[in-house]
């Protein structure tokens, strides 16, 4: 009785130790790894799609910006793709699809060599188009035969560039991301649950990352054939602090000193130096403000139209001040004609302030050099009374006796007056236009 009493404790610790060992899978090993992976590649092939339609997973994740190069309209940035599909023929989770338990390895790591991938490109790309290919990244591949790729590069890619309000400018840039050579009926790309990861951004001196979107594009047709495709927008403005600095303050301080010309004496003798001085530095700076944007007449750079203006201005100060000058050397042998003596002390005494006679007519007479009564004294002869008459109506009509230097001075304040409001008026209309473009990036 003992002994079958011993046997039978014998029999139980055995079959203990048989279930124990059939319910626990083997232990990872590298030879456990490579026996799987022997098994499932060795009639694997990789041109062979794993499914008649096979679903691909996009995520995108933006590194940095690179650079943004409004004229030549391109886009250079750092990141990464996060790609996934299913491959039912590498999968072990299922024992039964095995020769033997193989559920204590998480992952085997292979390459774009061995392993079935979606033909991806990169449809905006600049440097060239080709199909997204990296055989140093190794694909993860999960227990139910989810194949995980992270192809990483630089992408250089066109992005059409909108310099309305340069250089407070916002850009809105795509990466397009399509299938090549299978179509949407065998591959089809969709967003994973985040499609645009920034947790890794790094920040660009020049550019403010806004925002990164995504959205699910129509499927793009070639050859009356479609095929799946997905977008990605980068949204980007641009930092103030430079180029108000170098570029809009310089502007604006250049554009007073051409009305300034008009306050230089013509004896100076430093009149049309000045002017041609500031029309030169203006077309310098035309110059390059053209050299960075692009050449397209898709959108008009509200700055290079400021400029183009404040060039005319500055064009015509020059001819305007020739004028100034040549009434400024005239000699007193020259006659100034009435209308002319008229039309300066009824209008343009009072806009240039000469003298400090600006609203006040009665002022105006003060300057006059009156000769009514010699032409009273003298004789009763119809002609000598028609001219008194003449002389009388003049003076009542307000007009003043000038030389053409007093001329010249008073064009020359009629000049500045005029170019100082035209300046104020076009520059705060510059500022508050690309102010607005800036604080609305949505409208830009």
């Not at 403005?237 to 230089?264: D, E, G, S, W, Y």
């Not at 959108?299 to 004028?323: E, G, N, Q, R």
Request: aromatic share 12%; hydrophobic share 45%.
């Amino acid at each position: 009785m003992l002994v079958m009493d011993i046997h039978t404790f014998i029999i139980f610790i055995l079959l203990g130790v048989v279930q124990t060992t059939i319910a626990t899978p083997p232990i990872y090993s590298i030879a456990l790894e490579e026996s799987l992976r022997t098994e499932l590649f060795t009639s694997y092939t990789a041109q062979q799609r794993p499914d008649k339609k096979v679903r691909v997973g996009i995520r995108f994740h933006l590194l940095t910006v690179n650079d943004l190069n409004i004229k030549d309209q391109t886009l250079s940035l750092s990141g990464y793709l996060t790609i996934d599909w299913w491959d039912s023929r590498l999968q072990w989770k299922n024992t039964s699809s095995t020769s033997q338990d193989y559920t204590s390895i998480n992952f085997l790591f292979a390459t774009e060599e061995h392993v079935w991938r979606p033909a991806i490109i990169i449809e905006n790309g600049v440097d060239g188009i080709s199909v997204i290919s990296d055989t140093a990244v190794p694909m993860r591949i999960a227990q139910d035969g989810r194949v995980i790729w992270n192809p990483a590069g630089v992408y250089k890619i066109n992005c059409e560039s909108d310099t309305k309000y340069y250089p407070m400018d916002t850009q809105g840039c795509y990466l397009k991301v399509s299938a090549w050579a299978y179509t949407q009926a065998e591959i089809e790309l969709y967003f994973k649950v985040e499609p645009v990861d920034i947790s890794f951004y790094a920040e660009n001196g020049e550019w403010d990352l806004l925002s990164a979107e995504s959205f699910k594009a129509e499927a793009q047709t070639r050859d009356g054939d479609s095929f799946s495709s997905v977008f990605f927008l980068i949204r980007l403005q641009r930092r103030l602090l430079f180029h108000v600095v170098n570029t809009l303050f310089p502007v604006a301080l250049m554009a007073i000193l051409i009305a300034f010309v008009f306050k230089l004496p013509v004896d100076s003798g430093e009149k049309i130096g000045f002017s041609l001085t500031v029309l030169l530095s203006y077309a310098v700076y035309l110059t390059l403000i053209s050299d960075n944007i692009p050449s397209t007449s898709n959108t008009v750079c509200y700055l290079s139209l400021y400029l183009a203006f404040i060039l005319l201005l500055a064009t015509i100060a020059v001819i305007l001040t020739t004028f100034v000058i040549n009434l400024h050397m005239r000699t007193d042998d020259e006659r100034m004609s009435n209308s002319l003596k008229k039309f300066t002390s009824n209008y343009l005494i009072k806009f240039a302030c000469w003298k400090n006679k600006c609203c006040h007519r009665k002022n105006i007479v003060d300057h006059e050099r009156l000769d009514l009564q010699i032409y009273n004294i003298k004789g009763t002869h119809l002609s000598e009374n028609n001219n008194s008459h003449d002389n009388e109506t003049e003076h009542k009509e307000g007009s003043i006796d000038l030389t053409w230097k007093e001329l010249s001075e008073i064009m020359d304040k009629v000049f500045y007056n005029i170019y100082m409001i035209l300046i104020a008026i076009s520059t705060f209309v510059l500022f508050v236009v690309i102010i607005f473009g800036y604080n609305n990036p949505d409208t830009s």
